[in-house]
């Protein structure tokens, strides 16, 4: 059996009146994530998790934050390419472990619909995703509401 696990991180700082995007849901907030692209945390740890478990490199490979080409692009499009290169070497998602570690806003009520939308964005059952959400503890960057981070844990498993 052909299996492999890829880890992403990805981390930003938070920036009033700037759009909360979390697994390309719009989450209402104060704050959002400053990025080059739309800086959806949760897609961009994903993309570098199913690069890694390929072997492919990360997301700045493919798409670099000092290329102009990619500002303000939607994270759907780099997760697209890593799905494409995931086909192509003939592997499939077993499952995905997701953590977000945001002070505020509380985000337990938008989880079911970022799983879901990751779901279709990858053409997957949604009940193949775990996202969980937690906080620092008012600890560092994150504690101070500065910053938000995520992670994202893969199992690809080739096809037979």
């Known amino acids: 059996m052909d299996i492999r696990v890829g880890h992403g991180v990805d981390m930003h700082q938070l920036k009033k009146n700037i759009p909360l ?26 993309v ?7 072997c492919k490199g990360d997301i700045g490979t ?3 934050s000092n290329d102009i080409k ?9 997760l ?8 192509k070497e003939n ?9 977000i570690i945001l002070e505020k806003p509380f985000l337990n ?11 279709i964005l990858m053409n997957i059952e949604y009940n193949c995703i775990s996202i969980k959400a937690t906080t ?9 509401q500065e910053g938000v981070m995520s992670t994202a844990t893969i199992l690809l498993a080739k096809s037979v």
């Open 136 to 144: 620092s503890d008012k600890l560092g960057f994150i504690g101070k």
């Open 91 to 99: 592997y499939h998602i077993s499952n995905i472990d997701i953590n």
């Open 48 to 54: 570098d998790a199913i690069l890694g478990a390929l």
């Open 21 to 46: 995007v979390l697994a390309g849901i719009n989450i209402k907030s104060a704050a959002g994530i400053e990025g080059h692209s739309d800086g959806d945390i949760i897609i961009h740890a994903l």
């Open 70 to 78: 990619w500002k303000n692009s939607k994270s759907s499009i780099f």
């Open 80 to 87: 697209n390419h890593a799905i494409n290169l995931m086909h």
């Open 109 to 119: 009520k938008y989880i079911l619909s970022m799983r879901k939308n990751l779901g």
């Open 62 to 64: 493919y798409f670099p």
